[in-house]
């Protein structure tokens, strides 16, 4: 897993894409809202149930997907890196849309009344583009995430939270407001962040470095001290990141890269060059700078074992 640089700089093209299909998220966002307060006014009202399973409303998150393989995550998996040709990609809902678990039970809040009701899921999220990001099936489903959100405090914010002007004047972002109540708001991702926390790593809002460090084998291990080192262990065991199909051909790539890198090192220290700057020039070719701008599969194991084969050429 590596820190991905977005929201960044768009071209023109990639411009008007992103400008028109937030209006398109947006009016999803307003169907699934107006849809489940009603079936909250109306326990006979199905239209909730239904809406997450109509075509145009699906067809919002997997055109962001298959938008972000290509102009963002360079077609890997947002978690474990895995390239698309490798596996099938889902749009994955980070704030999981429908339910929540945590060690695989239901996590349980506290309706409006002050009852315990099974968590609906971030539901008003599910097309927020912060929330949604491309995924292999191992990290998403199978033995990997599916519906498991941890986090640090003990109690989940209630889904219906009312609040005062005041306080919804000291958040960080704009509130979704209901359509239905007046004073009933929905908390954005990052202020979630900070009043439920969260203990999985964010490809957006963290640097997976200060959590996860790879062995000589391609095999992930949890790092740093505190939270850094406990979202290393959540998320490795939620995204299934040591699953045995993935670690031998994490290995893979670690000895390859290392072969090409001393490959051209040779080759540059036939030409003369001393075997610092034969180094330097081999670190500079695309065949390893790729890896180091993230752009090649399994790149975050790769530095890694490229740091430890040459640590002064290859710096943390």
């Not at 914010?157 to 004047?169: A, F, N, Q, W, Y």
């Amino acid at each position: 897993m590596i820190h991905i640089d977005f929201p960044r700089q768009l071209t023109e093209a990639q411009q008007t894409w992103w400008t028109d299909w937030e209006t398109r998220a947006q009016d999803a966002t307003k169907q699934v809202l107006e849809a489940w307060e009603k079936a909250r006014q109306d326990p006979n009202d199905t239209a909730y149930k239904k809406i997450f399973d109509k075509p145009a409303i699906q067809k919002v998150w997997a055109d962001l997907k298959n938008w972000l393989l290509p102009n963002v995550f360079n077609d890997k998996c947002a978690y474990c890196e895995t390239p698309m040709i490798r596996a099938t990609l889902h749009a994955e809902h980070y704030r999981p849309k429908l339910r929540v678990t945590q060690n695989g039970k239901k996590v349980k809040i506290k309706d409006e009344q002050g009852q315990d009701v099974d968590h609906p899921g971030y539901f008003w999220l599910a097309f927020h583009w912060t929330n949604l990001l491309p995924a292999c099936e191992w990290c998403n489903t199978v033995n990997g995430k599916r519906n498991e959100f941890p986090i640090p405090k003990t109690t989940y914010l209630s889904v219906l939270k009312k609040l005062t002007r005041t306080e919804c004047d000291s958040l960080r972002e704009k509130l979704i407001q209901s359509t239905s109540w007046p004073d009933i708001f929905y908390f954005q991702p990052v202020d979630l962040d900070n009043k439920e926390g969260r203990l999985l790593l964010h490809p957006y809002f963290d640097d997976p470095r200060k959590s996860l460090k790879f062995d000589d084998f391609g095999k992930v291990i949890a790092f740093g001290s505190g939270d850094d080192k406990l979202r290393g262990e959540m998320s490795i065991k939620v995204y299934n990141l040591n699953d045995g199909k993935i670690v031998p051909v994490r290995r893979d790539a670690q000895e390859e890269a290392l072969n090409k890198f001393d490959t051209i090192t040779k080759y540059y220290r036939i030409q003369g060059l001393s075997l610092n700057d034969a180094k330097e020039r081999a670190k500079a070719d695309p065949a390893i700078s790729d890896y180091i701008a993230g752009k090649k599969p399994y790149s975050a194991a790769v530095v890694d074992y490229l740091r430890v084969a040459h640590p002064t050429t290859f710096r943390s």
